[in-house]
């Protein structure tokens, strides 16, 4: 496996504010929980066995995991440090959550077909993977060859209502559900610090 040097990885509470900062950017702060929630609790309509890419605070991977419909769900994180935090604000975990190290770009390739009802998707991702097409050309079959039939794939909110072009041309069907959010005022990655978030679910029919 491609190694990837570890940056600074720290838990962050400033007052009342949570923020897990990787390499200095906020990768997850803890507003999202009912974002995080709501896609949770959509995912898990759809079956029993999930897959999530990125454990950050957790937050989705506790509710999915702890979801009553959820037999298994697996977590992918690249980072020992973000699992090692993890650990250390919840030491019992529940039972149907397993955590695995490893890069989703490479692991997606590993995934069995046809293994999971759903996969929620929270990498925080630089610029220039998210601008890769051909990477997404490359991946994005692999997810949709790894759900079964009737399962979703659910990415991390939106604050644009727009579909993402890495996703679209993969599924025919594709749900979108608008929230509203409020971010701190110290959230530097949302467009604005309060407004709509669109959750948007793609499902292999
Ligand atoms: C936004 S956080 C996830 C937040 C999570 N949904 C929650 O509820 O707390 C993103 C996480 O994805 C991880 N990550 C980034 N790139 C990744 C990759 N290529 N493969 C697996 N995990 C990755 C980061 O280390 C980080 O822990």
Known sequence: MEKHPAPEITLIENNGEVTLSIGGEQAMQAWERDLMWA?????????????EVGLG???????????????????LELFDEVEQLFHD???????????ERGDFFQR?????????????????????????????????????RALRPGGVFIPFFSTKPELRWQYTP??????????????YDSTE?????????????????
């Open 39 to 51: 896609s949770a609790d959509l995912l898990c309509q759809h079956g029993q066995d999930f897959y």
């Open 57 to 75: 605070l957790g937050l989705s991977a506790l509710r999915i995991a702890e979801n009553p419909a959820t037999r298994s769900h697996t977590v």
């Open 89 to 99: 604000e919840h030491p019992d975990p529940p039972a149907t959550l397993s955590i």
């Open 108 to 144: 997606v390739f590993e995934l069995p077909d046809e293994s999971i009802d759903g996969m929620f998707f929270d990498p925080a991702l630089d610029m220039d993977v998210w601008k890769d097409e051909e990477l997404w050309r490359r991946t994005m079959p692999e997810v949709v």
């Open 170 to 183: 993969h599924f025919r069907v594709i749900r979108v559900e608008r929230h509203q959010y409020k971010a």
């Open 189 to 205: 990655y949302t467009y604005g610090t309060s407004g709509d978030a669109y959750i948007q679910c793609f499902y292999k029919e």
